[in-house]
């Protein structure tokens, strides 16, 4: 994907540009734990190229900059596109459906919800307009997000920040099942794994874990969990940490 520096020159040049890097499918699924940060190495005119293979499972750990020292030039901020098709494949096919509600879902949890950015790829029609079945399709998913993550519970809220810590005092007690986290990323991405905890009992507990976060990761109970007092614990990371967001939110599904 290229773009004119002088005719759109806030345009994000993605893939193997400056800007972006492709995520290794079209599944629009991102890793796990999606690092912005990358080892990379310089292709033929100074093109951006992975020092890893582009569809390696480990991207950014400290394990894998290790890895990739020796093809390694530098490394860069460059965070993941999933690329993905509302329909099976990137043009239009009459015979063709969109994907179901259910399956966009998955696909934005796994893909913004791993700190990636989504391109969700509309064909138009043979008449060059966006075909109708889509358009229903995509206002059900906005709706059907918008029920996921309904009001953030945690605004307004009593919150306490410390080096690596983050606690929220609801003021009384909810039920969370979901959970939205940011780094502050100007700051670059620190995160190597935290733990999410409830105050239940008189005592901490995990409600769940990850690796990393960046600028966004949302995590998904199975069940809601009742709680007044919340907090996420930072348990690796690579420098001081600095919390851009810790938003909780009881799905309406």
């Keep these: 994907m290229g773009a004119s520096p002088a005719l759109a020159p806030d345009a994000a040049i993605a893939v193997t540009g400056p800007d972006l890097r492709w995520v290794g499918n079209e599944s629009g699924l991102a890793r796990e734990d999606e690092w912005s940060v990358v080892p990379v190495k310089e292709n ?24 990739a020292q020796p093809t390694t030039d530098y490394l860069q901020w460059w965070p993941a596109e999933c690329d993905v098709s509302i329909r099976d494949g990137w043009f239009y096919h009459a015979d063709q ?9 998955d696909i934005y949890f796994g893909s913004v919800g791993r700190n990636s950015v989504l391109l969700l790829n509309i064909p138009p029609d043979t008449d060059g307009l966006l075909p109708a079945a889509d358009v229903t399709r995509l206002r059900e998913f906005r709706e ?110």
């Design 97 to 105: 459906q969109p994907k179901s509600v259910d399956q966009l879902t």
């Design 144 to 253: 059907r997000i918008d029920r996921e993550l309904p009001e953030d519970l945690a605004r307004g809220a009593r919150t306490t920040v410390a080096p690596g810590l983050v606690t929220v005092d609801l003021g009384t007690a909810r039920e969370v099942d979901r959970f939205r986290l940011a780094e502050d990323i100007a700051h670059g991405q620190q995160v190597e794994s935290l733990v999410v905890e409830a105050l239940r009992d008189g005592a901490w507990t995990e409600v769940t874990r990850a690796g990393t976060v960046g600028a966004s990761r949302i995590l998904l109970l199975p069940v809601p969990v009742r709680a007044r007092r919340w907090r996420v614990r930072v348990t690796g990371s690579r420098t001081a940490v600095r919390m851009a967001e810790f938003a909780m939110y009881r799905s309406r599904r």
């Design 44 to 67: 033929q005119y100074g093109r951006t190229d992975w020092a890893l293979s582009y569809d390696t499972a480990d991207q950014g750990s400290r394990a894998a900059l290790v890895r």
